[in-house]
């Protein structure tokens, strides 16, 4: 493969999931959170009775009425932190990202790992229209960044295409290509414009 006409390499922070057996209790809990805590305030009832056994048989109906009181509490609060250990069964990490482009083939990579590669690449700026009186200096703090989709894209099979969100000169961005609802739905990721900037020229 000859030399890529484009190279840019940036670094970026991705989620992953977490290995071992904290990740995993973690992801099983955001995924089934009912279940967790009734397991988890079970436990505790369980423990309390352990260390009462006395308290128990002097009142049963008192112990099982709070002990179902706790488990509920378990349940519910479970319930309502989902969001939470999911999230926590994810670690941030630092990731090489890379966007290679010739005549032959353009390739997203990770870690020197292909994310998507798409052959026979034809390189596409898109974008909404740019309204009268933006980026052309008519109006004094009017914004004259604009936001851009490029799409490279198999130039026979344009359905398999990769594409970055960034911004741009609106003066510029007014020569583009209007932008579908399906590129904008398709981004693959955001840049900074200073990062795009070799898929610009």
Not at 23 to 41: A, N, Q
Not at 99 to 105: A, R, S, Y
Not at 171 to 185: F, G, K, L, N, W
């Amino acid at each position: 493969m000859s030399e890529p006409d484009i190279e840019i390499a940036y670094r970026t922070t991705v989620e992953v999931p977490r290995t071992g057996p904290v990740g995993r209790s973690l992801r099983w809990i955001g995924e089934h959170p009912v279940v967790g805590g009734l397991l988890s305030g079970a436990v505790v009832v369980a423990i309390a009775v352990l260390s009462r056994p006395g308290g128990v048989a002097n009142e049963p109906v008192t112990a099982a009425i709070l002990s179902a009181i706790v488990i509920a509490t378990w349940m519910v609060l479970f319930f309502l932190m989902r969001g939470f250990f999911k999230a926590q069964s994810f670690a941030a990490v630092k990731v090489l990202r890379q966007i290679l482009v010739d005549g032959e083939c353009a390739r997203w990579l990770q870690q020197k790992e292909p994310l998507k590669e798409i052959d026979n690449p034809r390189l596409r700026i898109t974008t909404n229209p740019v309204p009268e009186g933006i980026g052309d200096g008519s109006r004094p703090g009017s914004p004259t960044a604009w936001p851009i989709w490029i799409v490279i894209e198999n130039k026979e099979e344009p359905e398999q295409r990769l594409i970055f969100e960034t911004r741009d000169d609106a003066a510029r961005a007014r020569d583009y290509d209007e932008v579908t609802d399906q590129i904008i739905e398709g981004v693959d990721e955001r840049l900074p414009r200073a990062i795009a900037a070799p898929l610009l020229k």
